[in-house]
């Protein structure tokens, strides 16, 4: 979103606020590097209890395969 100037479609905005702003890449290393390494959700007021196991346990079920 920063590096595209993106943040509603269609539109600049803010970003045209301040055009002589960039936001390049190795600008924040270590929040790009939580980026990479991060498992990041949507957030909804609509999931159920059942939605968020199947999240919890889907997670679970990645890491362990990834850990041995």
Known sequence: MLRN???YPGT???FELSPD???GEG???V???VLRTSVR???SEFYAEDDIEAMIKAIRKVAA???G
Do not use: D, F, G, V
Request: proline letters at 10%; one cysteine or more.
């Open 5 to 7: 100037r993106e943040a």
């Open 12 to 14: 600049q905005y803010p």
């Open 21 to 23: 702003i960039a936001y």
């Open 27 to 29: 600008l924040c290393p």
């Open 31 to 33: 929040a790009e590097e």
């Open 41 to 43: 959700l949507t957030i």
């Open 65 to 67: 395969s990834l850990i």
